[in-house]
């Protein structure tokens, strides 16, 4: 069978076995979906199947064979040859797989250039936006001339997708590929990996959203500390689990909506009648909000709505070109939220990668945090150990940096850091979208709990509409700058008023019944 087949993949770090004996067959027509915990060897297996291993890992296989072609003792020469014409890989963090300085036409058709090089001029160009088009990033031509810092996340990373596709591979290996992407995107993106797969491309798809698991996937193998601890056909896994593991990511994915008393106390935070322009386009668009202490409040919409350019306007890193905001009974600007009134408002952004200094470890990273939060420095380490406790993370990780952790593992870090300070208001930008379902679980009891701990106002930036379900009591949702929609979650997605959001509620397969 050509395809995919790996047999006794093992994968070694410094302190030890990462991955212990991986075995996989991928078939053409086929996705199989590998999930697990963030740090149970998902990704690090991905690049392995690319000879992309990171510095200090070695990786050695009985078998692997890659579209028919033994690939077990390959160079990196060698690699370069395979890489993008018959597998491809669509990494999980698109800002630090595109390259800042070329335009997005220009990474789509690298494969193309390398692997084809008898297509040129007129001919590259259509493919280039016939790539585009697949993968519904809208105005393809204006895109391909655009960077990757002019782009949302979402749309930075369907642009990734298509430079993946762009070569036609044989062999696509999709990690975490919806992770930035609203549900409306992530469901036409979800429906091509299929289309791609039923076109004869073998997928492997790896992921810790167990919806996008089951609406793409034909097999299932779950992975847990570098181990293959069950497998199977998709609907007969996720409806009878075996393994305690897969119970627990399975039970973790739904949740119970919030049912809390309205708060009649004054608002921590108002904003009236925001507007936020970026040249012609308002990014946001005549928005008002109010925001009180224990209640949280969630932003949805899909990507290029004015999520983040709302959520930057509230931290105070941006201001308004129109209307006004308070907070705590005070006008509320970029020039106020300065010194110790920065640390009373704390953004959890989208992209951890980003946010971590690579060159500092996470105890560096918290201790910061924390003395700006006022701990005496014999206090210091005992908070951050605490801190790390709070996300699911153990004390030694103090000693790693960014590079060393998983997309999961970054974004816990992220959010430690922003409750070393114990704000009032914490605004959290896609904060759980890279984690998998049992962790995301943990990380929202966290949040809830230090909510009630602390009487602590959220704002919650998400495009995952089952999250918000969990965690919000209020919800507006975004399009085009405008909030289209707003109320109580149970309301309004019990009876949704606006078309565009009926289409969310759907595209995330909750309806009217996700009240």
Request: glycine share 8%.
């Amino acid at each position: 069978m050509s395809g995919l087949r790996v047999r006794g993949l093992r994968i070694d770090g410094s302190t030890g076995a990462i991955v212990r004996g991986l075995e996989l067959d991928v078939a053409p027509g086929e996705c199989v979906a590998i999930v697990g915990e963030s740090g149970t060897g998902k990704s690090v297996s991905a690049r392995a199947l690319l000879g992309l291993l990171p510095a200090g890992l070695t990786a050695r296989t009985d078998e692997l064979e890659v579209d028919g072609v033994d690939a077990r003792s390959f160079g990196e020469r060698q690699w370069r040859g395979l890489r993008g014409d018959r597998i491809a890989l669509v990494s999980q963090d698109a800002l630090v797989s595109l390259d800042p300085l070329r335009r997005i036409g220009a990474e789509v058709a690298e494969p193309v250039r390398i692997h084809e090089p008898d297509v040129r001029g007129t001919a590259l160009a259509a493919r280039v936006r016939e790539s585009l088009g697949r993968v519904s990033l809208p105005e393809p031509e204006t895109r391909a001339r655009q960077y990757p810092h002019e782009l949302s996340g979402g749309l930075r990373q369907r642009a990734l997708i298509a430079s993946a596709l762009a070569a036609n591979p044989a062999v696509l290996v999709a990690d975490e590929p919806t992770t930035a992407l609203d549900a409306t995107v992530q469901a036409r993106v979800l429906d091509l990996l299929r289309r791609i797969a039923d076109d004869g491309v073998a997928v492997v798809f790896i992921s810790h959203d167990l919806g996008a698991v089951a609406r793409v996937a034909d097999r299932v193998v779950v992975m847990h500390e570098g181990r293959i601890v069950e497998t199977g056909r998709t609907a007969e896994l996720l409806a009878s689990p075996r393994d305690p593991h897969t119970r627990a990511l399975v039970e973790a994915v739904s949740h119970e909506p919030l049912r809390r008393a309205p708060r009649t106390d004054a608002p921590i935070f108002t904003a009236d009648a925001l507007t936020k322009r970026f040249g012609d386009r308002k990014a946001v668009d005549d928005v008002s909000i109010e925001l009180r202490r224990g209640r949280t409040l969630a932003v949805v919409g899909e990507s290029g709505s004015g999520k983040t350019t709302l959520a930057r306007l509230i931290v105070g890193v941006s201001d308004p070109d129109a209307g006004t905001m308070t907070f705590a009974g005070r006008p509320w600007s970029s020039r106020v939220a300065r010194g110790a009134a920065r640390t009373r408002v704390q953004l959890v952004q989208q992209n951890p990668w980003g946010a971590l200094d690579p060159r500092w470890t996470v105890g560096r990273t918290l201790t910061e945090a924390v003395a700006a939060g006022g701990v005496a420095r014999s206090e210091r380490r005992s908070a951050v150990a605490a801190l790390l406790e709070e996300v699911g993370l153990s004390p030694a990780f103090v000693r790693h940096r960014p590079a060393q952790l998983s997309g999961g593992q970054r974004q816990r870090v992220a959010i430690a850091r922003a409750l070393a300070v114990t704000p009032d208001l914490l605004v959290l930008d896609e904060p759980v979208s890279a984690l998998d379902a049992s962790v995301r679980a943990r990380i929202l009891d966290r949040l809830r709990a230090l909510q009630a701990e602390r009487d602590l106002a959220m704002v919650f930036v998400t495009h995952d509409l089952d999250v918000v379900a969990g965690i919000a009591d209020d919800v507006i949702v975004m399009k085009d700058g405008r909030v289209v929609d707003s109320g109580t979650v149970s309301c309004v997605f019990a009876a949704p008023r606006h078309p565009f959001t009926r289409e969310l509620l759907a595209a995330a397969g909750l309806g009217s019944a996700g009240a």
